[in-house]
């Protein structure tokens, strides 16, 4: 039975093989949503494995999808890869088993929601969605179905932040009083205002815009910069803080909870083009008395405890004492879940149907971390957060936040 939706959009007729089974053969089938910017980074991850198969395609950007199917066909030979300009035709292709969505932010929720509804497994670049109602609606679709979901925030997979989270969680530093975190400024901007510009023959803009709000299109908001328009993205908050405080969360043992208050300022570009803070102070206080601070510099990462100071970043380790440099982990140790490969570690759940580093759960909660951040500098006040009700507390204006309409015909599935 064909597949109708109220977009108008009609799924092709497919059979049950279309719905991807637990997948246990050595090679896994791949199906890329979004071809280029971080897409490149993960082809230059995947095209090395021989442990999987590149069988689908798929950008609105016709440009990018000719370009990224002829570096698959160069490196590995497969000159067969389904190409697609809607990712809802690829999610019911039978020929997939997973799916790596590497799209801008306001994305994330529908195509990952719609291919874990298709039988799919999902990887889903940072940060995980959009709102905090997507990030929930994302979790539960992923509980009812049964799929392997993981948040691409690799550096859960790097040794120098397991280390300093085995650390922190085993009371090494003491009592963790602080942390110090830092976010880039907003980059590969364009400096002048200009007028709407002609839409590129080879892009398909209406499904790029997809459910965001209907804008002009200008090349230099979308694309990287999409970034740091809040109809798409959450600026570098969500882009790098979905990183440096999903760290956070991890080392606070806070990867099903989170913060209990924020505030927060910014300065926001006054160019007209973006709307994303380019500077940012932002605390963020935990029912433990930790306190996390996020200014604007780095990035960097500064843990403080009453028996020491631990200093990491990609590549970094140091802590003071100097004992604390060369810290064992004994018997009895909180030893955290080990990956030394983000990927791999998704692909061998994908085999296994063992949970990944970075469930959806952790990547929601993580990601709210950032967007209750975020609603506190546009506010411009004081917020109480209830991490179990994932609610702001007797604040009806913080708590429309939350979530967003969708621009017709779309609504999250």
Not at 74 to 87: I, K, N, P, Q
Request: glycine content about 8%; hydrophobic content about 35%.
């Amino acid at each position: 039975m064909a597949l109708t939706r109220s977009y108008g959009w009609q799924a092709p007729e497919v059979g049950d093989s279309a719905a991807s089974s637990d997948h246990t053969d050595a090679s896994v089938r791949l199906g890329l949503i979004g071809t280029g910017g971080i897409a490149n980074f993960t082809l230059d991850d995947i095209l090395p494995r021989q442990d999987v198969a590149i069988t689908a395609l798929c950008d609105v950007d016709a440009s990018h999808l000719e370009a990224t199917a002829a570096r698959v066909a160069e490196v590995r030979g497969e000159h067969s890869c389904e190409c697609f300009a809607d990712f809802r035709e690829l999610n019911r292709s039978p020929n997939v088993d997973a799916v790596l969505i590497n799209t801008p932010d306001h994305w994330h929720a529908w195509q990952a929601i719609d291919a874990m509804q298709q039988g799919k497994d999902v990887y889903v670049e940072k940060p995980l969605t959009l709102t905090i109602a997507e990030g929930r609606r994302l979790c539960e679709v992923a509980a009812e179905t049964g799929r392997i979901c993981q948040t691409g925030s690799q550096q859960r997979s790097s040794r120098e932040f397991r280390h300093a989270c085995d650390l922190i969680r085993n009371g090494y530093l003491g009592t963790l009083q602080s942390v110090d975190i830092s976010i880039p400024k907003n980059n590969r901007i364009s400096e002048t205002v200009g007028e709407p510009e002609p839409i590129p023959p080879e892009l398909d803009y209406e499904m790029w815009l997809g459910p965001a709000p209907f804008r002009p299109y200008r090349e230099d908001t979308c694309h990287y910069a999409f970034r740091f328009v809040s109809d798409f993205s959450g600026g570098q908050i969500t882009n790098w803080g979905a990183h440096n405080l999903d760290i956070v969360q991890w080392a606070l043992d806070a990867d099903t909870s989170g913060p209990v208050r924020v505030q927060g300022t910014g300065t926001f570009p006054s160019d007209g083009n973006y709307d994303t803070p380019d500077d940012v102070d932002v605390v963020w206080e935990y029912a433990n008395g930790v306190v996390v601070r996020c200014t604007t510099g780095g990035p960097h990462y500064r843990f403080t405890g009453t028996e020491g100071t631990l200093t990491v970043g990609r590549g970094h380790f140091k802590a003071v004492p100097e004992a604390l440099n060369h810290v064992t982990l004994k018997d009895g140790d909180v030893r955290l879940y080990r990956s030394d490969d983000h990927m791999g570690n998704f692909l061998d759940c994908v085999r296994t149907r063992r949970q990944p580093i970075c469930p959806p759960e952790i990547g929601h909660r993580s990601a709210t971390v950032c967007h209750i951040g975020n609603i506190a500098i546009r506010l411009g006040r004081p917020l109480e957060w209830d991490p179990a009700e994932e609610c702001f507390i007797n604040d009806d204006e913080a708590n429309a936040m939350r979530s967003r309409p969708m621009r017709a015909p779309w609504s999250l599935p």
